[in-house]
């Protein structure tokens, strides 16, 4: 097999399995709302002044109502325990 | 005067009292509170970045380790999840005992940072499908920021799995499975770690520095002659950007 043809088998096979790529990527940041409550341990993405930490990824325990995280507009109330406000 | 308070809280120096405004302290009891908070952040940071070698070493040899590397290592950014990348150089010099410690430490590294890097549109296979195949050759796969490599002598990527919350705590891993390359990346949010093959690992490499196709296939293919391109655009695809 000829190099160039190497190329053209793999890459026409990659695209004959007519992957879709997840596009679940975080293409819109924008439309972000806090949502407290819902984060896990370490994962959260800023602090509170009441928390008893300084840092984004600080959270020591689940779904601290002092902690937030991120989300798009509109879902934070779709999610168990979460509050657009801080406790 | 800054200078003199980064000393201060390093343990390096005195401040004189009349540099701290702070009626009810002396100039050395308070710097202590700073330092101590200062310390504390920092181990945290720490504990935070590299869960699995705390797990593995247990609390106690880990706040020893930790306050030893902090001492040793101040901060130099504002953003604490950018403390703690020389950990595993730092474990690797003060040889514990657990000869794949340091290089688990590194992997746990590549994680931390995979899962705070920028965000890339994945492979666009429809944008792939309207390049013509005499293009091919040519064509330059950017790499997605969040991945990350790291050799090793030792099965880190199973020591890393057999640590993960929620993994029984009966296992048996072989350290003489023999050398690893772990792969690093970071899909849906998720940080996520598996082994790659030699030649995968080679042609990523390649096609990482910006190298075209063409010559990362060939140059691969000139050391394993049973790479397998397909099967390595699949494996790789989520480390691959638009």
């Given at each position: 097999m000829d190099n160039r043809h190497i190329l053209s088998a793999a890459i026409g096979g990659l695209l004959a399995l007519g992957l879709v790529s997840g596009n679940a990527n975080a293409a819109?940041?924008?439309?972000?709302?806090?949502c407290w409550g819902i984060a896990k341990a370490g994962k959260n993405d800023c602090s509170s002044n009441k928390s008893a930490h300084s840092c984004a990824g600080q959270a020591t325990r689940d779904n601290d109502p002092?902690?937030?995280?991120?989300?798009?507009?509109?879902?934070?109330?779709?999610?168990?325990?979460?509050?657009?406000?801080?406790m | 005067m800054l200078e003199n308070f980064a000393r201060a809280i390093r343990g390096e120096g005195l401040l004189p009292d009349n540099q701290v405004i702070c009626p009810n302290y002396s100039a050395e009891s308070a710097v202590g509170v700073y330092r101590n908070n200062y310390r504390g952040n920092l181990r945290g940071a720490l504990a935070i970045a590299y869960p699995v070698i705390q797990k593995i070493v247990g609390q106690n040899f880990f706040a020893m380790m930790a306050k030893k590397f902090i001492e040793n290592h101040p901060s130099h950014s504002g953003n604490l999840h950018r403390y703690g990348a020389a950990f595993g150089d730092f474990i690797c010099a003060l040889e514990p005992g657990l000869p794949y410690l340091?290089?688990?430490?590194?992997?746990?590294?590549?994680?931390h940072l995979a899962y705070y890097a920028q965000d890339a549109d994945p492979l666009d296979l429809a944008r792939l499908a309207q390049v013509v195949p005499e293009q091919y050759e040519s064509l330059r796969l950017p790499v997605h920021?969040?991945?990350?490599?790291?050799?090793?002598?030792?099965?880190?990527?199973?020591?890393?799995?057999?640590?993960?919350?929620?993994?029984p705590a009966d296992f048996r891993i072989n350290l003489d499975d023999g050398p690893t390359i772990a792969l690093v990346s970071r899909e849906e949010d998720e940080v996520r770690v598996r082994a790659l093959q030699e030649a995968d690992a080679l042609w990523l490499h390649s096609i990482r520095a910006g190298i075209p196709l063409g010559v990362a296939t060939f140059?691969?293919?000139?050391?394993?002659?049973?790479?397998?391109?397909?099967?390595?655009?699949?494996?790789?695809?989520?480390?691959l950007t638009a």
């Open positions: 819109d940041k924008m439309n972000m709302e806090k002092m902690d937030f995280v991120a989300v798009p507009k509109g879902t934070c109330e779709k999610i168990a325990h979460g509050a657009l406000k801080e | 340091a290089d688990v430490a590194r992997l746990e590294w590549a994680c920021p969040s991945c990350g490599i790291v050799k090793s002598r030792y099965p880190i990527t199973a020591i890393w799995h057999a640590h993960q919350p929620g993994m140059s691969t293919l000139e050391c394993y002659p049973n790479f397998d391109l397909q099967a390595a655009l699949l494996n790789l695809l989520p480390v």
